[in-house]
């Protein structure tokens, strides 16, 4: 099975064309993903090193620059729900410091990882909410991420073919 892989930038504020890529996926219901990573400018990955040091690529967090997935549910033989991942650098129980941060998921959602390497993933239940899934990810980044964020992504699309 191919994917086709496209990659676009956008903005928190301007998230249009990522909405209809995820609500395409949706209706296809086949399990596509996309990847989204913030922008930063070179100062702030200059003081991601920084912080990092050399004794912090050893270390058991992860990356300081969250990085999210985004599966979309399918529908096949076997439904499979879609789901929400964060890997991040924010150490052990994330999900607990967002929840005290007012940063909270949808109840329907479930918890299935809040691991400081691997990251935080969601299994999100039907109905399929597009917009919530963005601003929880969007939130939850900037309160995850050492450094400023200005609101720009960059997506990479994973559509089958």
């Known amino acids: 099975m191919a994917t086709i892989r496209e990659l676009f930038e956008f903005t928190e504020e301007a998230r249009s064309p990522l909405e209809r890529w995820l609500e395409e996926a949706v209706a296809a219901a086949r399990g596509e993903w996309v990847n989204l990573e913030p922008v930063v400018d070179e100062a702030a990955v200059d003081e ?16 300081d620059l969250p ?3 985004i599966v979309v549910p399918t529908s096949d033989r076997k439904p499979v729900p879609g789901s929400l991942g964060i890997q991040h650098g924010g150490g052990p129980r994330a999900a607990r410091a967002l929840l005290d941060a007012g940063v909270v998921p949808p109840t329907s959602w479930t918890l299935r990882q809040d691991h ?16 919530a899934t963005l601003d929880y990810a969007f939130t939850a980044v900037h309160h995850l991420c050492p450094v400023g964020l200005d609101g720009r992504w960059s997506a990479v699309t994973h559509r089958i073919a």
């Open 67 to 69: 990085y999210v997935t």
């Open 48 to 63: 991601l090193a920084v912080r990092r040091g050399v004794a912090g690529w050893m270390s058991g967090r992860g990356s």
């Open 116 to 131: 400081p390497r691997r990251g935080l993933v969601f299994e999100l239940a039907s109905p399929w909410d597009t917009s």
